[in-house]
């Protein structure tokens, strides 16, 4: 049960997709693997060099799982030599990383052809503390949601001691008010005119950088304030009951039983998205999300015409009480969040696809219509039960493509049981690849199968001037002619493509500082696995480069 448990999706960078690979201990993280004979010994003079003079050379190794997740020491020998690429471990040797032949030696960052030393082992930690811990006590995400709750806190004080007497008169609206805004900051179609609203009109040379990255860093933790409002409609709405319950006499039995469903409801909600339990049942986790977020909607409008139309005076229910709803804040606001929830829905399609492998490790399914670059989108095999988010590859004219990294179960079984149709959602979102638009000149570095966010960007020509440096391995096994084809045709100084299986592995923090630097890059903006994107960073971050990456519940 352990290992069906924890093979679960981690979906973070608003939909770029990370799936866990089930662990003997679901809390370990598995440390890079010895040195194979792959890697030349300390005190060598040889390098390791590529086998053609292309930039991109096909390797003679195997094909590996090698994407963008976090592998395990269950894959096969091949892909454990380049276990966590992404993390940025360096060489065990002496050796200088590779340069193309046909390149001069300059066109490449300083940090391609940098000597590098052995990486100290890192001591053994949890991929909890990893995710929850290692990119800061005080991030834009926690300094939300400790905002967002101390103001909430506050006024409970406030109306608990008589101060505030409209939130002790109207507990159960300050309620539905934080279900309403932890629902904007989670509904797709609203979160998408929002990242519109914020490159039109931040995205002009003359807006100050910081202002950008402000808010691309408010943008990207808004599930600070998701998380911090779930908890507050828990503490009104528990405040609201407790009233109720002293004023017995005013009430019925059903309106508290209704009220105190609702609760129940909501604390299992928070319960199933607190992160151990996210973490290691991410299925559970969404699943209950899902259905006990929709029956407590339900309950809800139940609770407001009971408590609309109850008369105490008479212990009875008035027919006619259309007229007084819509006179009730509690009303419209819980109209709108039925609105938002319902929006996602009523777009949902059964469309025919195309499904190509271009290896056992990849698989590429492509849609009918051109879609703009930075855009994301949801694909299922079951809308009930399961949603995917993938980066989206589109030229923007007929058609638009998903890459999907074969590391869990319905990713695999993209490849070895290739579906004609599937579930999407027509509303396509935006993310942080999005944001690339706001800024002058970017760099956009992707680990393995991450490149799918950032390649519409070569594709299409867009505000922003964007440089990509792409880390993976087995280029063309792994991913297909098609893309190295894409990648193949722009200048070395705009897309330089490091084959791990040609080139071995870089020190990619070092890398990205280098490139940035030679870019005049403005950002950085990565997406790798959680422990390589913090390294990069983090880098970036401490050379003066603004930087951004998935995080946690971003």
Not at 195 to 213: D, E
Not at 270 to 295: C, D, I, K, M
Request: proline share 5%; glycine share 6%.
């Amino acid at each position: 049960m352990m290992k069906e448990a924890m093979d679960q999706r981690f979906s973070s960078c608003r939909g770029v997709p990370f799936e866990i690979q089930p662990h003997k201990d679901p809390f370990a993280i598995d440390t890079p693997p010895a040195c194979r004979d792959s890697w030349l010994q300390w005190g060598s003079s040889k390098r390791i060099a590529p086998t053609s003079g292309t930039i991109i050379s096909r390797s003679t190794s195997r094909a590996s799982s090698h994407f963008c997740d976090v592998e395990t020491a269950d894959e096969d020998d091949d892909g454990n030599v380049l276990i966590n690429v992404e993390e940025g471990y360096e060489l065990d040797n002496h050796c200088e990383l590779p340069i193309s032949n046909s390149a001069p030696e300059q066109e490449h960052p300083k940090a391609l052809s940098k000597k590098v030393v052995s990486k100290p082992t890192k001591p053994k930690a949890s991929r909890l503390s990893m995710i929850l811990l290692d990119q800061g006590l005080f991030t834009v995400y926690k300094r939300l949601f400790m905002v967002c709750l101390a103001l909430n806190i506050t006024g409970l004080v406030l109306a608990a001691t008589g101060r505030f007497p409209y939130a002790r008169d109207h507990a159960t609206l300050f309620s539905i008010g934080n279900l309403l805004a932890l629902t904007l900051c989670r509904s797709e179609a609203f979160l998408r005119v929002v990242f519109w609203l914020a490159v039109s009109l931040f995205g002009h040379s003359w807006v100050p950088l910081r202002l950008k990255t402000a808010t691309t860093s408010l943008l990207q933790s808004l599930g600070g304030i998701h998380s911090s409002c779930g908890v507050s409609s828990v503490a009104w709405l528990t405040y609201s009951l407790i009233l109720t319950l002293k004023d017995r006499d005013n009430t019925s039995n059903l309106i508290i039983g209704v009220a105190s469903t609702i609760l129940s409801l909501l604390c299992l909600c928070s319960l199933a998205a607190f992160p151990l339990v996210r973490h290691l049942h991410h299925n559970v986790f969404e699943r209950t999300h899902r259905f006990t977020g929709w029956t407590s909607l339900i309950l809800l409008w139940a609770f407001i015409v009971l408590t609309k139309s109850y008369e105490p005076e008479t212990k009875s229910y008035r027919k006619d009480v259309g007229s007084k709803l819509v006179k009730e804040q509690e009303f419209w606001l819980t109209l709108v969040v039925s609105i938002l929830i319902i929006i996602p829905w009523v777009t949902v399609r059964r469309v025919a696809v195309k499904v190509s492998a271009p290896s056992g490790h990849a698989s590429i399914i492509r849609f009918a219509g051109g879609v703009k670059p930075g855009i994301l989108g949801r694909i299922s095999p079951s809308p009930m039960s399961e949603w995917h988010a993938f980066g989206i590859i589109s030229d923007g004219k007929e058609e638009h493509m998903m890459l999907a990294g074969a590391v869990g179960d319905f990713t695999k079984s993209l490849v070895s049981n290739p579906p004609s149709h599937l579930w999407v959602r027509q509303v396509h979102f935006a993310g942080l690849p999005y944001l690339v638009n706001m800024y002058n000149r970017v760099l956009v570095l992707a680990t393995g199968s991450g490149i799918c966010v950032f390649l519409s960007f070569l594709l299409q020509q867009g505000p922003a001037e964007v440089c990509l440096l792409w880390v993976a391995k087995g280029i063309e096994q792994n991913f297909g002619k098609e893309i190295k084809e894409w990648v193949s045709r722009y200048p070395k100084e705009k897309v330089i493509v490091h084959d791990t299986a040609v080139m071995g592995r870089p020190n990619i923090s070092e890398m990205s500082v280098a490139t940035a630097r030679s870019w005049g890059a403005e950002v950085v903006i990565v997406t790798s696995n959680p422990e390589g994107s913090r390294d990069v960073v983090t880098a970036c971050k401490s050379n003066g480069i603004p930087a951004f990456g998935p995080i946690w519940d971003s």
